[in-house]
């Protein structure tokens, strides 16, 4: 009896998860279903039309008997057996064509079905795939306004300076070093705030501007300040042009790999009659800041540029009409 359970629950658990697969890969089964019956469609139809001149010659050959059958009762209505009159052959034509038309639809009613099918199944895969995009879209919405309610929260309780360093996984320390006076040659001992990141990476738009990181990174600090200053300039424009601009173009711009949330998060641009004018800052924003990085081979901490972007949010239903 226990034999019995543990293989009827064995078997429940694998009806479940194949259950559960099914429709998970639902919109890839049916796309590869309409596929291959589109597919074999096309091969139906193909062998129909194999069939055509053997059914028109059919018709062909009927069609001349009844025209020499017409011929010969009207030469001599002796000739045939019972009468065979014009107005007869006339109603046989129309049999034939009848007959003719049936057969035709017999040879392409299987692919026409299939050839729905397909067009069916396709269909209801971009259907599925749509519903799943539209989920998708609110889910982020809903994740970014419970994460925007949640830094608030920490803002209104510990003040922004928590909240930034929560934001960028960083410290804040005070620093003693020697300075040399460059025009005394003078050396002395300063104390300096540094921001440290140990644990990068709770902002989602966030990124660290280095020479590893960035194809358009100079080994000149002001140089690197002022090409930003310049892309965020162009980013703005862009932005105004086309109305719609995602994290992942300004990515590009500045040399930095895209991201898979770059590729739905972004700015759009809204006019005053637009009921959202107001809620978003309505440009493209490059939040700059240098920090110290540990590195990982030195074990010193290096000087880098963090470059945080003031995305509007998710804006996947826009750049998907784009």
């Given amino acids: 009896m226990k034999a019995l359970d543990t293989a009827v629950t064995s078997l429940s658990t694998v009806v479940g998860h194949t259950k559960a697969w099914t429709k998970m890969n639902s919109p890839e089964i049916m796309l590869f279903a309409g596929i291959g019956a589109g597919i074999g469609a096309l091969i139906m139809t193909q062998r129909a039309t194999l069939k055509v001149s053997e059914v028109k010659a059919n018709e062909e050959a009927i069609k001349k008997n009844i025209a020499e059958k017409a011929a010969m009762y009207e030469e001599d209505p002796d000739s045939l057996n019972k009468p065979y009159t014009r107005e007869t052959a006339a109603n046989d ?51 970014a306004q419970a994460y925007k309610t949640y830094r608030q929260n920490v803002i209104n309780k510990y003040g922004e300076e928590v909240d930034k360093e929560m934001l960028y996984g960083s410290e804040k320390k005070t620093v003693k070093k020697t300075e040399t006076d460059p025009e005394t040659g003078e050396k002395k001992k300063v104390t300096e705030e540094q921001e440290i990141i140990r644990n990068f990476g709770g902002s989602p738009y966030a990124r660290l501007f280095t020479r590893e990181n960035s194809t358009e990174w100079f080994n000149d600090n002001p140089q690197n300040e002022f090409m930003l200053a310049q892309r965020e300039k162009e980013a703005d424009t862009r932005l105004k042009c086309e109305g719609i601009l995602t994290l ?30 107001g809620k978003f800052d309505n440009n493209v924003t490059f939040l700059t800041k240098w920090v110290m990085v540990p590195n990982e081979e030195t074990g010193e901490n290096e000087r880098t540029l963090l470059i945080d972007f003031n995305c509007d949010g998710c804006i996947y239903g826009e750049v998907s009409q784009r």
């Avoid at 079905?113 to 982020?140: F, N, P």
């Fill in 93 to 143: 034509m129309v049999l034939l064509q009848r007959k003719t038309a049936l057969e035709y639809i017999k040879l392409y009613a299987g692919p026409v079905i299939l050839e729905t099918v397909s067009i069916g199944l396709i269909l209801g895969s971009h259907h599925i795939m749509k519903q799943r995009q539209a989920a998708l879209a609110a889910s982020c919405a809903a994740i």
């Fill in 248 to 277: 992942n173009d300004v990515y590009r711009m500045i040399g930095l790999k895209p991201t898979d949330i770059g590729l739905t998060h972004g700015w759009k641009y809204r006019s005053q009659k637009d009921p959202d004018y």
